[in-house]
Nanobody, 118 residues
Framework: VQLRESGPGLVRPSHTLSLTCTVS??????????WHWIRQPPGKGLEWIAN???????GYSPSLKSRTSISRDTSNNQFSLQLNSVTPEDTAVYYC???????????WGQGTRVTVSS
């Protein structure tokens, strides 16, 4: 299983950050798997952003929910993140991650660094 993040490395403040995770070796519709976006700001710990279940159900971090949208393209086996109205505090390495129901985060993308700056 491989996950690969793609998207711009630089986003201007107040703009929208858009990232896509392309999954190979597994289907994002496989029963009991969840697909997450997680980020790590410089010098800080991991922060969970959002997820999408195999069923298409979604979940969001309460602190980011008002600015976040997660979606999927099952024909291309991809899922995506949109984060609106970004600020420099959204600067981070963004990871897409697979979870087997029950907290088993078994596959991670390599991460993509996003900088919010004018």
């Amino acid at each position: 299983v491989q996950l690969r993040e793609s998207g711009p490395g630089l986003v201007r403040p107040s703009h929208t950050l858009s990232l896509t995770c392309t999954v190979s070796g597994d289907s994002i519709k496989t029963y009991n798997y969840y697909w997450h976006w997680i980020r790590q700001p410089p010098g800080k710990g991991l922060e969970w952003i959002a997820n999408m279940a195999y069923s298409g159900a979604t979940g969001y971090s309460p602190s980011l929910k008002s600015r976040t949208s997660i979606s999927r393209d099952t024909s291309n086996n991809q899922f995506s993140l949109q984060l609106n109205s970004v600020t420099p505090e959204d600067t981070a390495v963004y990871y897409c991650v697979r979870e087997l129901r029950g907290g088993h985060y078994d596959y991670w993308g390599q991460g993509t660094r996003v900088t919010v700056s004018s």
